[in-house]
């Protein structure tokens, strides 16, 4: 079998197909050899991770991947290094083998000599074939016929030259304890941008949360188009700039969660400004709100609306430590200001729900439930629901839900765009599948 995968040049672990990068670079182990290490294999498993880039292609490790496709196993350690061109791969290989296996000098020199054409210095070639800096000089001294191909400078990993004595940096390298690890790793591999890679060796949560972000990120940079879905509009951008669209007192209820941060504390203002104009009169805003900075949240409201309620959201599914305060914070604020006159057209609710933690859509989304609540009490099935920071689009979704047809979300940040509209799109298409 090995020597069928051999010729292959592909080998099948588990359901995921690896590539053979450099099956002939180093001589094959020996039949007793092989036979000895998969006798290993058997008894103890795969104990030295194999090393693949972050394309399936094995770098080191081709005879215990062929012993663990041979013996069908699956708990395998895996270390899969990002972001390598194919030069990195090879000088990679080179050096895990001559940590591991005996080379003759003659084979060293004869690498040596490959490594430093290819403009390495010789710290670096000393580290690749696990020899010291004065061997590599000395071996590279005596070879006077190639010497002036040996360049001055060498190109570092960033592209710039340097010395060639420079000291390269080992590449980025993610650990993955078995082939189900190992997949989630090669799945996430295209979203990940060498800059976004940490300077450590990463598990494969992490690895993963790093995708998520460069996904976000990549997401955030894009232009994003406004979208009409029906009597649903959403509206990508700033809502100080957005919401100038939207005509005066036309808007019933505008639900929103502007971020808490203390460097965000000027948007409150901003809202009260927007609610005053669009709201009808005895129109509600209803925010969820901070803690640390509410009177201040409270001041700037006040000046363009009238304070009406404080409602609140227990915190069913865990309580977060704010640090400021050393307090676990157990409940949220909702705010409830009207633009006067106040006009109570909605019947008796309660102003205490019960809510978990949701941030599946979004880091600062808020639990749809908790949405639906406050929506179904407060905004009229044929009046106008408006979430000018609706991030993932919750409150948009929730509305919906609640039987309300006219919805005007706004958001700034990309990636919550993007993710909102998947949502809502859904969400209508859910509610026209159950009326059919």
């Known amino acids: 079998m090995k020597t069928e995968l051999k010729k292959k040049q592909n080998i099948k672990v588990g359901k995921v197909e690896f590539k053979l990068l450099f099956p002939d670079l180093l001589p094959e182990q020996s039949p007793e050899e092989y036979h000895n290490l998969l006798s290993d294999i058997a008894v103890n498993g795969v104990q030295i991770p194999i090393v693949t880039d972050d394309k399936r292609g094995i770098i080191d490790g081709k005879n215990r991947a062929i012993a663990a496709a041979e013996r069908k196993l699956k708990n395998i350690p895996f270390i899969i290094v990002h972001n390598l061109t ?9 050096k895990l083998n001559a940590q ?32 010291s800096y004065e061997t590599v000089r000395r071996h590279l001294a005596t070879v006077t016929n190639v010497t002036d191909e040996f360049p001055d400078k060498v190109k570092g990993k960033d592209g710039r030259d340097r010395p060639a004595n420079a000291k390269s940096k080992p590449p980025h390298r993610t650990v993955a304890k078995n082939i189900t690890e190992a997949e989630r790793v090669f799945a996430v591999k295209g979203n990940i941008k060498s800059e976004d890679l940490p300077n450590t060796i990463t598990d494969v949560n992490r690895i993963e949360r790093i995708a998520r972000e460069s996904e976000k990120k990549k997401l955030r940079e894009q232009r994003h188009e406004d979208v009409k879905l029906g009597e649903v509009k959403l509206l990508a951008g700033d809502f100080r700039k957005k919401g100038k669209g939207i005509p005066d007192n036309s808007v019933d209820l505008l639900f929103t969660d502007p971020p808490y941060a203390k460097q965000f504390l000027p948007l409150w203002l901003d809202l009260a400004e927007l609610a005053v104009r669009v709201l009808k009169p005895g129109g509600l805003l209803v925010t969820y709100s901070g803690i640390l900075y509410l009177p201040q949240i409270y001041q700037m409201l006040a000046k363009h609306l009238e304070y009406f309620w404080t409602c609140s959201i227990y915190h069913s599914g865990g309580k977060k430590l704010v640090p400021a305060v050393k307090i676990h914070q157990a409940w949220k604020p909702v705010l409830v200001y009207h633009k006067p006159p106040l006009n109570k057209y909605w019947k008796p609710f309660t102003d205490m729900v019960t809510g978990g933690k949701s941030k599946k859509k979004h880091e600062w989304e808020q639990a749809e439930d908790e949405a639906i609540h406050y929506i179904k009490a407060l905004c009229p099935k044929n009046g106008t629901l408006l979430d000018c920071m609706m991030g993932s689009g919750t409150s948009i979704v929730a509305g919906l839900k ?16 993007t993710t909102a509209e998947k949502r809502v799109k859904e969400v209508i298409e859910e509610l026209k599948n159950d009326v059919a």
């Open 100 to 131: 591991r296996r005996h080379i003759t000098k003659k084979a060293r020199l004869t690498l040596a000599i490959e490594l430093r054409k290819s403009g390495l210095s010789y710290r670096q070639i000393a580290e690749i074939i696990n020899v």
């Open 402 to 417: 609640c039987g309300v047809k006219k919805c005007i979300g706004i958001e700034i940040d990309g990636h919550a765009y």
């Open 86 to 94: 194919e030069q990195q791969k090879k000088q990679l290989a080179i």
